[in-house]
């Protein structure tokens, strides 16, 4: 079975500080990794994804993730974050068998303008 | 493009009735749709997953008789919570995957059982 965890539970920053959110996973096999957010009120929308290949990717508003295999890690970063970053943003493991994703905790970003 | 709606946005039900929330996916043809759960603070909890024509594939410990899912078609798959409880108070979200990795998700259904 696959695991996802999300060490962060709730971050607060003040705008155009760097941001990490840390994303571990657990699982046998090929992993598909994603980061997904969802802004209050508003449903969930995909921020970056890594099947295969450049293990650094880059995603819309700058956010970007790095899978580091040895480490079971696909952290998020953005180097300056802004008040409109505040939302929930999850991790995601999807299995290569076809689409099944096991979500992380969460992480509730805060920004402070 | 890959557009997921679902209906309901929010519902306000009487313990005991019935509840049916539909997810639609408008612009593909959905192979693959999902259900899930997000308590207040919480992540998502998958539900159940469904493949258009077959039945549903429940995960552990939820109901299959309490929440009845449909997938009659590509585009459309429809929740029904039955008899609900206020324990079953929660948002539900569903998404839809076109033979691929990656799930579109809907803008989530909101019951609130009283």
């Known amino acids: 079975a696959q695991s996802v965890s999300q060490h962060n539970h709730h971050v607060i920053l003040s705008e155009a500080a760097s941001l990490e959110l840390g994303c571990n996973y657990s699982?046998?096999?090929?992993?598909?990794l994603f980061w997904y957010v969802q802004y209050p009120g508003q449903h969930l929308q995909l921020l970056l994804k890594?099947?295969?290949?450049?293990?650094l990717v880059k995603g819309i508003k700058g956010f970007e993730a790095e899978f580091i295999k040895s480490k079971f890690s696909f952290n998020l970063r953005k180097p300056s974050v802004q008040w409109s970053d505040t939302a929930e943003y999850f991790c995601a493991v999807g299995n290569n068998a076809g689409n099944m994703l096991t979500f992380g905790g969460g992480t509730r970003l805060m920004v402070k303008p | 493009g890959a557009v997921v709606s679902q209906h309901p946005s929010r519902v306000i039900c009487k313990s005991g009735t019935s509840v049916k929330i539909e997810c639609r996916s408008l612009d593909f043809q959905a192979t693959t749709m999902f259900w899930y759960r997000q308590f207040p603070k919480q992540s998502l909890m998958l539900m159940a997953t469904s493949n258009e024509g077959s039945k549903a594939t429940y995960e552990q410990g939820v109901e299959k008789d309490k929440f009845l899912i449909n997938h009659a078609s590509l585009t459309l798959s429809t929740l029904t919570v039955t008899s609900a409880h206020p324990e079953d108070s929660s948002f539900y979200i569903c998404?839809?995957?076109?033979?691929?990795?990656?799930?579109?998700f809907g803008p989530g259904t909101r019951l609130t059982v009283t």
């Open positions: 998404s839809a995957s076109s033979q691929g990795y990656e799930q579109y």
């Open positions: 699982y046998g096999g090929t992993v598909n």
């Open positions: 890594y099947f295969s290949g450049d293990p």
